[in-house]
């Protein structure tokens, strides 16, 4: 059964400062999704990463794959308070995407 | 606007009522989804259409029932609420093929349903 883990699940960080979320699954998989969530609100979906080695960057956030490894990484760069909110990645097929349990992330002035 | 519609927003439900969750998108695509939410789990699936006229169970169908009416609609139901169905239920969608692949799920803005 495929299980994604993702960590840490809270990150409280500084503004200014730079951190790495991590998501790590159990099983091989086509596709992994990062997914942006604010309090109250639906997901919005941030990245899709389909190959091993895919890079993708969008302003201040970057995600990366290793499928070997079978691990993402979603990389903070220089975070600003705009990007509070909670992230998720999810991995799988159409009919069996799994999700971790998302990064509550907290970026203080 | 284009997108995934989910209706009602907020829903409070006595022990052993039934109600029906109201899913529908806009954007011609074949799959779709109902997903629960709950503190600290992610999101987990209930239950998926993969094209009009199929249905299949996901990882936590026990409690509900669900109807592809047509292309457009998916609609969730239960039966019999629990205070264990407390939860924010999202409807998804996916555009089938490489173009989905690469675009991803849309989701409606979701349902946060109370059972008491």
């Known amino acids: 059964e495929l299980k994604v883990e993702q960590n840490p699940l809270f990150l409280s960080m500084q503004e200014g400062k730079n951190y790495t979320i991590y998501c790590n699954y159990s099983t091989t998989s086509d596709r992994l999704y990062w997914y942006r969530q604010d309090p109250g609100k639906s997901l919005e979906s941030l990245f899709v990463l389909l190959s091993n080695g895919a890079v993708k960057q969008e302003g201040r956030l970057m995600a990366s794959l290793d499928t070997k490894a079978r691990l993402s990484t979603l990389h903070i760069t220089a975070a600003v308070h705009d990007l509070s909110a909670t992230y998720f990645c999810?991995?799988?097929?159409?009919?069996?995407?799994?999700f971790g349990a998302g990064t509550r992330l907290t970026v203080k002035p | 606007n284009a997108g995934v519609t989910q209706t009602p927003k907020f829903q409070v439900l006595k022990t052993g009522q039934s109600m029906t969750l109201q899913c529908a998108q806009d954007m011609n695509h074949n799959s779709m989804y109902w997903y629960r939410q709950d503190p600290g789990m992610g999101l987990r699936l209930i239950y998926y259409?993969?094209?009009?006229?199929?249905?299949d169970k996901g990882e936590v169908p026990n409690g509900y029932n669900v109807s592809r009416l047509n292309k457009r609609e998916f609609s969730l139901r239960l039966e019999s609420a629990a205070p264990s169905q407390t939860s924010v239920y999202f409807c998804?969608?996916?555009?089938?093929?490489?173009?989905?692949?690469?675009?991803?799920?849309?989701f409606g803005s979701g349902t946060r349903l109370t059972v008491v």
């Open positions: 999810a991995v799988g097929n159409n009919n069996d995407m799994r």
């Open positions: 259409s993969a094209s009009e006229g199929t249905t």
């Open positions: 998804a969608s996916i555009r089938a093929g490489t173009g989905g692949i690469s675009s991803g799920y849309t």
